[in-house]
């Protein structure tokens, strides 16, 4: 199938063409056709997919068709709200990217940037708004802009923006917007929560599945490096040294343990940023910046990043440790191996996170393969895979919780010393 087949105007093909795109993605295919007979849509398209595409394209054209050129100043007609800053702002650069030869308007809205210019611009009249609930919530209760004219409303990564506490604004902005209107609900993955959201949101919606669920990129290879969590900041330059990576995204889960890891890469001479919600709006772009141009090669981030961003051709994630939910895990990988480009994900995993993974992989219903060279003590491997380790206990009926503890010296080869690991190898040196 081709983009022309699926009715889009000459406009939006040609911006498509220089994107060097040549074949609409799986949920392009499904969705755009849907959406520009003006259906309402619950998608459940896995990340990467390229569903910003499928949701950005129809409405550019939807909007384009209706234009009244001579309206001042311009109303806003589309509204799509997203979880993050970051994504906002990457979805508002499509939105840009793909409507460059169209005469409409838009803007981005989301809490870290200036409140005052941003009620300039929405004051100034736009087709088209991205934005983070909050912030937009904020302008809606100053009077900055109006949400009675929207005619098409997009909830993408809906389901993180429930677990990030948006219902009640998402609430309070449906009933500022008309009933009558297209809405279109884009989530990763399609959970209860999503669901009842969906009933309330979406008229008659078609369901559009195009990932199983839960499932994570086929052209991503998963590893699990099982190492003590005090070596697992050695393993990782070691990693990044011996192989030369280029651009690696590194998933903690504290934003204390994102500027502390950033420090300790820094100083094992490994040019390195971190992002998470602590730093200013200024300092989590110019971190993103410095990552996607290449002036770092990696970047020590929260699950703030674990969603939207899209890096092009990032070649590897490291889960330094385990993120608090299976979900995220997806996401997180998720990050790699974009548009049928081949990733890498590693997860480093210390023994008192064996339960964290034995939850994940039953998540996924699949077990991640290990790697055992790592040129360290494979300290807990066996541990981590002890079949019965969440079972009941007969006899209390509780978990057991035992194997998720710390092995003992009795875990280790019998009558050898534990190996210390070696000092990471500054980057570019080979394997010794
Ligand atoms: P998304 O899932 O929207 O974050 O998109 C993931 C990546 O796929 C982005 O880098 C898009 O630029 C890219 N992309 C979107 N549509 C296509 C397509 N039809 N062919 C190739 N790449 C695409």
């Not at 008659?204 to 990129?217: F, G, R």
């Not at 820094?266 to 772009?285: E, F, P, V």
Request: glycine share 6%; net charge positive; with cysteine.
């Amino acid at each position: 199938m081709t983009f022309q087949q699926l009715g889009l105007s000459e406009a939006l093909l040609n911006a498509v063409a220089e994107q060097g795109y040549t074949t609409p993605t799986p949920v392009q295919q499904k969705t755009i056709p849907l959406i520009l007979e003006g259906k309402d849509i619950l998608a459940g398209a896995q990340t990467g997919t390229g569903k910003t595409a499928s949701f950005t394209l129809p409405l550019l054209q939807l909007l384009a068709e209706d234009i009244d050129l001579h309206q001042m100043p311009r109303r806003v007609r589309a509204l799509i709200l997203t979880p993050t800053r970051e994504l906002a702002q990457q979805v508002y650069e499509s939105v840009q990217t793909y409507g460059k030869y169209l005469p409409l308007q838009s803007e981005v809205i989301v809490g870290g940037a200036s409140v005052s210019v941003q009620r300039r611009n929405l004051r100034r009249g736009c087709d088209i708004v991205v934005a983070t609930p909050g912030r937009l919530m904020d302008h809606v209760m100053q009077r900055h802009v109006n949400l009675s004219s929207i005619q098409i409303l997009v909830l993408d990564e809906a389901d993180r923006m429930l677990d990030m506490g948006f219902l009640p604004d998402i609430r309070r902005i449906m009933g500022l917007i008309p009933k009558q209107r297209q809405s279109l609900l884009f989530s990763a993955t399609v959970a209860s929560g999503v669901k009842q959201l969906a009933v309330q949101l979406l008229n008659n919606p078609i369901s559009v599945d195009i990932a199983k669920q839960n499932a994570t990129a086929d052209n991503v290879s998963e590893k699990v490096y099982g190492i003590d969590r005090e070596y697992k900041r050695e393993l990782l330059s070691y990693l990044i040294g011996s192989n030369n990576w280029q651009q690696v995204l590194v998933f903690v889960r504290t934003k204390h343990g994102a500027d502390r890891l950033e420090k300790q890469l820094i100083s094992d001479g490994i040019r390195t940023a971190a992002l998470h919600g602590d730093k200013t709006q200024g300092a989590r772009n110019k971190a993103l910046d410095a990552f996607k141009t290449g002036k770092v090669a990696v970047l020590v981030a929260t699950d703030i990043a674990a969603r939207g961003l899209d890096i092009d051709d990032l070649p590897h994630v490291v889960n330094f440790d385990l993120p608090q939910t299976p979900e995220d895990y997806v996401h997180r990988i998720g990050r790699t191996g974009r548009a049928g480009a081949s990733g890498i994900a590693i997860s480093l995993v210390c023994p008192e996170e064996a339960y964290a993974l034995s939850e994940l992989e039953s998540f996924l219903k699949r077990q991640i393969p290990r790697v055992a060279d790592t040129g360290y003590e494979p300290v807990s491997l066996k541990v981590m895979d002890a079949p019965k380790k969440h079972l009941p206990n007969k006899t209390t009926g509780k978990k057991d919780f035992r194997h998720t503890k710390k092995p003992s010296s009795k875990t280790q080869k019998s009558g050898s010393e534990p190996r210390k690991p070696q000092r990471a190898p500054r980057r570019g040196s080979k394997r010794p």
